[in-house]
């Protein structure tokens, strides 16, 4: 069974960073796609960055600079390192999987997802 839980999230002041986490069980990071989501009060959920099988990675012009995604493959966990945070980063952030190789922010790529963590940027 497919799983994925985000850790991580809090409040962060203005400029400050903070690293998200996702542990997946029920399959191995070398098969498939992550993805980096999130969904602010009362806006559609946006796609961040994602990174497949062969490690390739694709960021939204929104973050690209600022986060960061990464893999540890002995860990089975995904992370996304926020730098530079803004008021307008809070969200409730998600990742999600599937299995492809695709570069993709679209959700509608992604079968599997996690129960989000809370980003609160504010001072």
């Known amino acids: 069974q497919v799983q994925l839980v985000e850790s991580g999230g809090g409040l962060v002041q203005p400029g400050g960073s903070l690293r998200l986490s996702c542990a997946v069980s029920?399959?191995?990071?070398?098969?498939?796609?992550i993805g980096w989501f999130r969904q602010a009060p009362g806006k559609e959920r946006e796609g961040l960055a994602c990174?497949?099988?062969?490690?390739?990675?694709y960021y939204a012009d929104s973050v690209r600079g600022r986060f960061a995604i990464s893999t540890d493959s002995a860990k089975n966990t995904v992370y996304l390192q926020m730098n530079n945070l803004k008021p307008e980063d809070t969200a409730v952030y998600y990742c999600?999987?599937?299995?492809?190789?695709?570069?993709?922010?679209?959700?509608?790529?992604?079968?599997?997802w996690g129960q989000g963590t809370q980003v609160t940027v504010s001072s």
């Open positions: 999600a999987a599937d299995y492809h190789t695709l570069e993709t922010l679209e959700s509608r790529y992604y079968a599997h």
């Open positions: 029920g399959f191995t990071l070398d098969h498939y796609a």
């Open positions: 990174i497949n099988s062969r490690a390739s990675t």
